[in-house]
Nanobody, 122 residues
Framework: QVQLVESGGGLVQAGGSLRLSCAAS????????MGWFRQAPGKEREYISY???????YYANSVKGRFTISRDNAKNTVYLQMNKLKPGATAVYYC????????????????WGQGTQVTVSS
């Protein structure tokens, strides 16, 4: 089992940058595929990116070229660097973990953090 805690959200102007962090408990962090999702009010949870156990990275088309996911297994932490943020990126951002292969489907992830709010002003 793993517990996840996100941090790094906040208010940023359009075009700005933020780096989100997700710290995981437990000694088996490296055995999980880690993903980032976001959910805006009134909308479904949306896949952003995931990073596999072997550090393969995958991105939704909407963030490709602007967002970068990375992990530090020594620190049990996964990061999401977000550049050139758009007002439509305003949402609660969640990290999630799965022991399976990377997947954009929220229901395939067993563990979730509590989320961190990102607000992008125009």
């Amino acid at each position: 089992q793993v517990q996840l805690v996100e941090s790094g959200g906040g208010l940023v102007q359009a075009g700005g940058s933020l780096r989100l962090s997700c710290a995981a408990s437990g000694r088996t962090f490296s055995s999980y595929t880690m993903g980032w999702f976001r959910q805006a009010p009134g909308k479904e949870r949306e896949y952003i990116s995931y990073i596999s156990r072997s550090d393969g990275t995958y991105y939704a088309n909407s963030v490709k070229g602007r967002f970068t996911i990375s992990r530090d297994n020594a620190k049990n932490t996964v990061y999401l660097q977000m550049n050139k943020l758009k007002p439509g990126a305003t949402a609660v951002y969640y990290c999630a973990a799965t022991r399976g292969l990377g997947t954009p489907r929220p229901r395939d992830h067993s563990y979730w953090g509590q989320g961190t709010q990102v607000t992008v002003s125009s």
